[in-house]
């Protein structure tokens, strides 16, 4: 069995995996992650791998100590992936852009792929059919949004995401969700219809803590799996362990 575990930018997510069918995930705080952790490899005992991915701030040592138990394996750029990386700046790019790449270049063979996840960040990530990543775009989440008309106006309050009754805002909570999250459909739509344009035998993956929210509002098709980065980690490493 192995353990993913991935350290986003607020939480912590998990899943355990007995080959490729993940069988429980879970989603705690940071400051949590040691209890959580341990009370997981109590209830599966057989895990004998942990695979961590983290973009936070989290230190590895918080993890090292599971090698008296198991083995723990840090992702990082060195591993094999497979794909082919043409980013201008390969060592910039996010370990989690490279699992959700890897996930996608696996899982779905002989297409493009676009990979959008929809967290603290959205990030687009772009991989032909011939197994090349291409790159593509950071912009700021959909909390970010919500925080950032907050944060750096005089008068605007924070709200919490919430559906707008309409495009038109009649109030100043109303005005807000309808540009934040019309604003940010709209966005992905664009970036979708922008790579439809130049690109056919297309597959679009949403993933991330938002693609619940997300989803149905999208005007285009698309493959909406909130675990997707788990089960690309789960599918890195086992990648890792046949190519190494």
């Known amino acids: 069995m192995i353990l ?11 899943a355990v995996f007995e080959d490729n069918v993940l069988l429980e995930d ?3 705080m940071k400051t949590e992650h040691e209890k959580n952790i341990q009370n997981i490899l109590k209830k599966y005992k057989k895990v004998t791998h942990l695979v961590v ?23 990082s750029h060195i591993d094999p992936f497979p794909f082919i990386n043409h980013y201008a700046t390969p060592q910039t790019l996010g370990i989690d852009r490279m699992v959700l790449a890897a996930g996608a ?13 929809v967290g ?10 011939n197994d090349v990543y291409l790159g593509g775009a950071i912009a700021p989440g959909l909390r970010l949004r919500y925080e950032s008309l907050h944060n750096y106006t005089a008068k605007l309050p924070l709200l919490a995401s919430k559906s ?14 309808s540009g934040v999250v019309n ?15 130049h690109y056919s035998n297309f597959i679009i993956i949403l ?20 675990n997707f980065l788990l089960e690309s980690l789960n599918q890195t490493f086992q990648y890792k362990i046949k190519n190494d």
């Open 53 to 75: 991915a983290s973009v936070g701030y989290l230190e590895k040592d918080s993890f090292l100590h599971y090698n008296n138990s198991l083995k723990v394996h840090f992702v």
């Open 26 to 28: 879970f989603v705690f």
């Open 207 to 226: 993933t991330g803590g938002d693609t619940e929210f997300l989803a149905k509002r999208l005007k285009n098709t698309i493959f909406a799996n909130s």
């Open 164 to 177: 707008p009754d309409s495009f038109i805002g009649k109030s100043t909570a109303e005005s807000i969700h």
């Open 120 to 129: 603290t960040c959205v990030t687009y990530d772009f991989i032909d059919e």
């Open 183 to 197: 604003g940010f459909v709209y966005e992905i739509d664009g970036f979708i219809d922008e790579y439809k344009a």
């Open 4 to 14: 993913t575990v991935d350290v986003g930018n607020t939480r912590i997510k998990g």
């Open 105 to 117: 270049t696996i899982q779905f063979p002989k297409q493009n792929r676009l990979v959008i996840d």
